[in-house]
């Protein structure tokens, strides 16, 4: 089942994936921008990254813009011949944005892992594995137990 999850997603416009993401995305636009979620959209991906249907894991959605990065034109002073303003390269991927935005909103979770969901031409949506290091089900588990010692 997950390997035809998996071939579905790798090419979307192929599959049953667009049609289902173009009217999710209609409802995810209206939402706010960091919302948490009951289960994955891509259950198969989650699972790869380490996501346990189990107490302690907390799947939040995060919207990103999409896009290059414009720097503020001068308005003062000389104008330079190259101002630097166009094809800026932030040092940031959008993905590590998304994980922080969402680590500010949610304090007392620790971020185990995200992945890219969709995309239109306007914004980017990341889902984030989040873990709770408090939970005595995470410090029990053998595979995500080391963020519940890190923490403390």
């Known amino acids: 089942m997950y390997r035809q999850m998996r071939q579905a997603w790798r090419k979307p416009e192929d599959s049953f994936v667009q049609g289902l993401m173009r009217n999710r995305v209609v409802q ?63 040092s940031k991927s959008l993905r590590l944005m998304a994980e922080e935005r969402a680590a500010r909103k949610f304090p007392n979770l620790e971020v185990l892992n995200s992945y890219w969901v969709w ?12 873990v709770d290091p408090s939970s005595p089900t995470i410090r029990t588990d053998k595979t995500v137990g080391w963020i519940a010692g890190e923490s403390r």
């Not at 989650?46 to 996501?51: S, T």
């Not at 346990?52 to 999409?66: I, N, Y």
Request: hydrophobic share 30%; no cysteine; net charge positive.
């Open 119 to 130: 995309e239109d031409g306007k914004s980017r949506w990341f889902e984030i594995i989040f």
């Open 28 to 90: 995810w636009r209206r939402q706010p921008t960091i919302v948490r979620i009951e289960k994955p959209t891509r259950l198969d991906r989650a699972r790869r990254l380490g996501y346990k249907a189990k107490k302690g894991f907390v799947m939040v959605r995060v919207r990103v813009r999409s896009g290059g990065r414009r720097k503020i034109r001068p308005n003062m002073g000389r104008s330079q011949k190259h101002m630097g303003v166009v094809k800026y390269t932030p």
